[in-house]
C-alpha cells in the first residue's frame, strides 16, 4: 500500500532551465508534507516542507505546490544547477500520526 | 556531535548472525526514527520513538526485527538471524517532534552473505 507515490523514477533537465518534481498521495489524513534531497552514501538532507493550509511555500530556489482537491504536491527548482542533481523524496505525515512516509524518490540529472 | 551520527557505517554479516546498529540522535531531540534502503527502493519505515511514548513499531518488517531507545538517547536496532533480503542501507533519523524536519544519519549499509 503506497500511500505516497513519486511516478516518474528520474527526470533530465538542462541546467538553468525549471526542474518539476511530482509526488501524489493517497492518504486524505495527511497534513504536512517535506521534500528532501539524497546525495550517494550520504543520508537524506531537509530540503523544503508545507503544511497542508498552505498550497505554497516558497525558499530561495525551491518552491513547494501543494493541491489538496488532486492529492498532489510537487517541486520547483529554478534556475536548475549541475548541484541539484540527486535523489528527491517526498514525504507525508498525518495528523495523530507521527511518523514519515515516503515515496520511492525521483533521481534528477542536470545537464550542463 | 553536531548531527546524527550512526554507526557501524559498513557492516558484512553472514546469514544467520544478529547484528546490532547504533544511533546517535542530535542532542535534544525527542523524536527518533529508523527507516531502510533496499537497492533501488524508497525509504520503508521500521519505528519511531517519541519521547516518553510507546514506539510506532509498525513498519518493523518480522520479529527479528526490534529496537532500543535508552535514556531517550541512543537507540540500537538489533536484527537477529539475518537473512540475505535484510541487506539495505539503515537510516535514523531524529527531530523535535511531528511537524519538523527529521535530520538524517548518514546510514549503516548492512551487507548478509
Known amino acids: 500500500d503506497q500511500q505516497v507515490k513519486q511516478n516518474s523514477p528520474s527526470l533530465s533537465v538542462q541546467e538553468g532551465r525549471i526542474s518539476i518534481l511530482n509526488c501524489d498521495y493517497t492518504n486524505s489524513m495527511f497534513d504536512y508534507f517535506l521534500w528532501y534531497k539524497k546525495y550517494p552514501a550520504e543520508g537524506p538532507t531537509f530540503l523544503i516542507s508545507i503544511s497542508s493550509i498552505k498550497d505554497k511555500n516558497e525558499d530561495g530556489r525551491f518552491t513547494v505546490f501543494l493541491n489538496k482537491s488532486a492529492k498532489h504536491l510537487s517541486l520547483h527548482i529554478v534556475p536548475s544547477q549541475p548541484g541539484d542533481s540527486a535523489v528527491y523524496f517526498c514525504?507525508?505525515?498525518?495528523?495523530?500520526?507521527?511518523?514519515?512516509?515516503f515515496g520511492q524518490g525521483t533521481r534528477l540529472t542536470i545537464n550542463p | 556531535g553536531a548531527g546524527v551520527s550512526q554507526s557501524p557505517s559498513n557492516k558484512v554479516t553472514e546469514k544467520g548472525k544478529d547484528v546490532e546498529l547504533r544511533c546517535d540522535p542530535i542532542s535534544g531531540h525527542t523524536a527518533l526514527y529508523w527507516y531502510r534502503q533496499s537497492l533501488g527502493q524508497g525509504l520503508e519505515f521500521l519505528i519511531y520513538f517519541q519521547g516518553n511514548s510507546a514506539p510506532d513499531k509498525s513498519g518493523l518488517p518480522s520479529d527479528r526485527f526490534s529496537a532500543e531507545r535508552t535514556g531517550g538517547s541512543v537507540s540500537t536496532l538489533t536484527i537477529q538471524r539475518t537473512q540475505q533480503e535484510d541487506s539495505a542501507v539503515y537510516l535514523c533519523?531524529?527531530?523535535?517532534?511531528?511537524?519538523?524536519?527529521?535530520?538524517f544519519g548518514q546510514g549503516t549499509r548492512l551487507t548478509v552473505v
Open positions: 514525504a507525508a505525515s498525518a495528523t495523530g500520526a507521527q511518523k514519515l512516509v
Open positions: 533519523a531524529s527531530s523535535l517532534g511531528r511537524r519538523s524536519e527529521a535530520f
